[in-house]
């Protein structure tokens, strides 16, 4: 090949990369950098939340606000909570949260703790816990701040081969429930357990009396109707206010009875009195009976063939043995009886 025809070549080469990067440059247009749009997250509301409970973390989620929100939120954005579940974690709701509606601050109560047992108690009152099968207590649908009748189921008998019977009796009448599950949280979900805790709000002479009567029976609670909740709260309230302490909510200061309760309360506080099964046998009713005289053995004395004034010698036996059987009609004072739960074991011998 001819040296002009490569010079030619190569020139044409030449020609042709630059013209391609001539091109180039004229025709260059910069990348535009893509913008993309974040959409906001809301917490919101996974089921339907009710005013007073306390929030589950699974009861929320997270999703992206939508516009309708976006605009109507632009100015309150400092009302939103945090999009994330852990954000209702113990917060109590202050209104009612339908499923999927945004969650504020507006709509949950104040952030602290719940408030204390010794705080919620009358002046001079005392908790009291105790455990109920869920066939004792209305199924366990009572709520705090409601009011129940204690009731003591128990198998009553006056020693061994005596008759026995099952009676039950109203031991603390119209008593406030100050907390439930041994939780200060009002928390609301279905009862898995056979038994519920319940905490009592009670006087001094009324918590002891709990204490004794749980080892001597089954206890129950049942609910009082509202209108007469609603009275006994409008009692409560006064009392807190004028500062009356001591005296229990439940009974009627126009009956005897309240004021041998506060003889009783005096009593227990200063520990110049227990409380035993003296005060099982006056709840139950269980009067004493007199005991059948023993008319011991007559003998008949004879002088010849003629009577003589008869001798009575007197049987050395158990007064009690002579005693009638008859529980209804009461066996005698309460250290006579022998108190204990349906379902426990008959004692072989008489327990004081």
């Not at 749009?37 to 409970?53: E, K």
């Not at 949260?97 to 952030?111: G, S, T």
């Not at 279905?190 to 206890?219: C, D, H, P």
Request: one cysteine or more.
């Amino acid at each position: 090949m001819r040296a002009s025809t490569i010079f030619a070549l190569c020139l044409a080469l030449l020609v042709g990369l630059a013209a391609a990067v001539v091109n180039r440059l004229v025709n260059f247009k910069p990348p535009v950098a893509e913008v993309k749009v974040v959409t906001p997250s809301v917490l919101v509301a996974g089921r339907n939340i009710f005013a007073g409970d306390l929030i589950q973390p699974a009861w929320v989620k997270v999703r992206p606000m939508r516009p309708e929100e976006e605009a109507s939120f632009a100015k309150t954005k400092d009302l939103l909570l945090p999009p994330v579940a852990e954000a209702v974690y113990l917060r109590v709701a202050l209104a009612n949260l339908r499923a999927d509606e945004p969650i504020l601050k507006d709509h949950l109560q104040e952030f602290a703790k719940p408030e204390s047992l010794s705080k919620r108690l009358l002046p001079n009152a005392r908790a009291v816990g105790v455990a109920v099968s869920k066939d004792r207590c209305a199924g366990g649908l009572i709520q705090v701040g409601e009011w129940v009748d204690v009731l003591l189921t128990s198998v009553i008998d006056h020693g061994e081969g005596s008759p026995v019977a099952t009676q039950t009796a109203v031991i603390c009448p119209r008593v406030r429930i100050l907390a439930k599950r041994n939780q200060l949280w009002p928390v609301f979900q279905a009862i898995s357990e056979n038994e519920v805790q319940f905490t009592l709000e009670l006087n001094t002479y009324r918590a002891s009396l709990m204490e004794f009567a749980r080892t001597k029976g089954a206890l129950s609670l049942v609910p009082v109707s509202s209108l007469e909740q609603s009275r006994l709260e409008t009692r409560r309230k006064d009392l807190l206010e004028q500062g009356v302490a001591g005296r229990l909510v439940s009974l009627s200061s126009e009956s005897g009875e309240d004021t041998e309760e506060e003889k009783r309360i005096a009593k227990i506080s200063t520990g110049d009195s227990s409380v035993g099964q003296d005060d099982l046998a006056r709840i139950f009713a269980l009067k004493p009976i007199p005991a059948i005289k023993d008319p011991g053995v007559t003998v008949q004395q004879m002088s010849g063939t003629q009577s003589m004034k008869p001798a009575v010698f007197q049987t050395v036996s158990s007064s009690r043995e002579e005693q009638s059987k008859g529980i209804s009609a009461g066996l005698g004072s309460g250290a006579d009886f022998r108190f204990r739960a349906p379902d426990a074991p008959a004692p072989s011998k008489l327990k004081r």
